[in-house]
């Protein structure tokens, strides 16, 4: 099998990681694996903004988000500790950034299954992202102007593993 097939057969979420934090080499690819993602008409409008795991505006999203969803402090965080997460930002006026953030995301989470690292693809900081604090967080996260949260990608050392998820081609695929 290929190596881009074993990296999509084998990737999983990861919900745990050391605290041993990626070389530069190895964020380097995995921002490069972001940047080389197709984006709609070559727009290539998505913005990476590199968080450190200690940076205190990730303890304050994670404030923002159990508050918003009335939840008590939560055994984990959103983005399990890992020693980076990369937050995705598009042009919130074109039509295809939401997409285009997906497509980087998944690029570089396919990256780091090569390089032999964990990720998880993160939603659930949405509506802290959106809500009240929206242009603060833009600020906080150095979103250029215009632009707003898509989605973001915590990377790391796996701590814990977990099988890659079962699938149903009998529910999913229709042949014409
Ligand atoms: C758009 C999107 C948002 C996600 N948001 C979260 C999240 O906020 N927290 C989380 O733990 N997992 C999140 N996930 C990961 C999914 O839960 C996970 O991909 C799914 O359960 C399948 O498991 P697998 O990635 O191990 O195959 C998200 C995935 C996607 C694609």
Redesign the pocket.
Known sequence: MSEVLQAIAK???T?GYTQEKLTKEELNILIQAGLQAPTAANRQEIHITVVEGDNPILAELEADKNQGRGLADLPHN?Y?EAPVVLFLSGDASFYWSKLDA?IA?ENIALAAEGLGLGS??????KDALYGEKKDYYAKALKFPEGYEYE?AVALGRKAVT?E??DYSAEKNVTYL
């Open positions: 990737r999983s979420s919900r959103f399990y997906g995301a998880l693809i993160i939603g659930c900081v989605i977990k890659p998820h």
